[in-house]
């Protein structure tokens, strides 16, 4: 196989401020466009170039990507999502969601730029709480955001404070810790997956929000999950955590194999499954993108006793801490991200994100690149 050619990017976008790390990318759900997350707490679109739309486009005509619209939050980014069915064909579709610290919900138009409403969450002395995680379900009509021990469920056309509460550990027994990540099984079964810094991810049932199976595994705090186009598999990955365990829906507890990549810090590293599920790809700590082959045959060894999956290939994409890889929907296309904090301070050790010893040698890289596959 052929290695990812590198057709353009954005570099000079994030170097307006000093240390202006990227923290992922997700592309929209129709491909027109490219959702980006850095430390500046700012929110950024870049249109898909019109070249790409040809595939064979020559790369080197390709100049420089700048954003086309900046969404500025006040604090810390948590996490963010496209609404599922946003189409440029019709405006009122182009939206995102966002949670960041010590602020509500809120839904960004991501045709103006412009914030549309909030959904706001109370803690029970009536003072906001943010969520760590949010996503909408599969067609859009519920929003749900992640807490400690407990998600709320948002009706997507009434913003405000009225949700549902759905805790996460019911008499000392679920699932503890803070939210970190949401997914929903795209096969329509009704079930969605919940990862926490607690280190489990939890399966649940979406008409009432039961638990049905916690799965435990993960070394760190789970920081990603993600479900196989038929829902057959679930993918989870943790912070400080080099495995990505592959989950067997079927049988709950089940782990089908683990993916290695390089994860020595505690920032969230993504991954992502193209259209057809077979080719999942994940970002790493030592500048790397490595992609596998769901179908390939899993190998034992003697490290653990669930089989290794092995890679299929890994090239360097970034000079730095790659945490960022989204498949675009339709066009063989990879977007990929990169940066990470670094302290002058070795004693500051109060962040999410450092950088350690075994990533020293890396030089600094805060940028976006578009490959084509």
């Given amino acids: 196989s052929d290695l990812p050619v590198q057709l353009t990017g954005a570099w000079r976008e994030f170097e307006q401020r000093p240390d202006n790390f990227l923290k992922g990318c997700k592309w929209s759900p129709d491909g027109s466009c490219l959702l980006t997350n850095s430390d500046d707490n700012s929110l950024r679109i870049f249109n898909l170039p019109s070249e790409l739309y040809t595939i064979?486009?020559?790369?080197?005509?390709?100049t420089e990507m700048s954003a086309v619209l900046h969404m500025q939050e006040g604090e810390t980014v948590y996490d963010y999502c496209w609404y599922?069915?946003?189409?440029?064909?019709?405006?009122a579709t182009c939206c995102l969601l966002s949670s960041c610290r010590d602020h509500p919900i809120h839904m960004w138009d991501a045709f103006t730029g412009k914030l549309r409403c909030s959904y706001k969450a109370f803690d029970n002395m009536d003072?906001?709480?943010?969520?760590?995680?949010?996503?909408?379900?599969?067609?859009g009509s519920k929003i749900y955001s992640g807490f400690n021990k407990m998600v709320r469920v948002f009706d997507?056309?009434?913003?405000?404070?009225?949700c549902e509460e759905r805790p996460t550990v019911v008499k000392?027994?679920?699932?503890s810790g803070l939210i970190s990540c949401i997914a929903f099984c795209p096969d329509h079964s009704g079930l969605y997956a919940l990862g926490s810094y607690s280190k489990s991810v939890g399966i649940y049932s979406d008409s009432d929000g039961e638990l049905l199976c916690l799965l435990q595994g993960q070394v760190g705090g789970v920081t990603h999950v993600l479900?196989?186009?038929?829902g057959s598999k679930l993918y989870?990955?943790?912070?400080?955590?080099?495995?990505?365990?592959?989950?067997?829906?079927?049988?709950?507890g089940v782990i089908l194999c683990r993916l290695v990549r390089s994860v020595t810090t505690n920032q969230r590293i993504y991954f992502d499954l193209d259209m057809s599920g077979r080719y999942l790809v994940s970002g790493g700590g030592n500048g790397t993108v490595t992609c596998w082959d769901t179908l390939a045959p899993p190998i034992t060894d003697d490290v653990s006793p669930d089989p290794l999956l092995p890679q299929l290939v890994s090239f360097m994409a970034h000079g730095d801490c790659v945490n960022g890889v989204s498949f675009h929907p339709t066009?063989?296309?990879?977007?990929?991200?990169?940066?990470q904090r670094r302290f002058s301070d070795i004693y500051d050790d109060s962040s999410d994100e450092e950088c350690t010893d075994k990533n020293k040698h890396l030089s600094q890289d805060f940028s976006v690149r578009i490959w084509s596959l």
């Fill in 236 to 252: 989870s990955g943790g912070r400080k955590d080099e495995e990505i365990l592959c989950w067997d829906i079927r049988n709950p």
């Fill in 172 to 175: 000392k027994n679920g699932q």
């Fill in 56 to 62: 064979g486009a020559d790369s080197s005509q390709l």
């Fill in 84 to 91: 599922p069915y946003m189409t440029s064909m019709d405006p």
């Fill in 156 to 162: 997507t056309n009434r913003p405000g404070r009225e």
């Fill in 227 to 230: 479900f196989s186009p038929d």
């Fill in 331 to 339: 066009l063989p296309l990879l977007a990929s991200t990169s940066g």
């Fill in 127 to 139: 003072e906001i709480t943010s969520a760590t995680s949010v996503s909408f379900n599969l067609d």
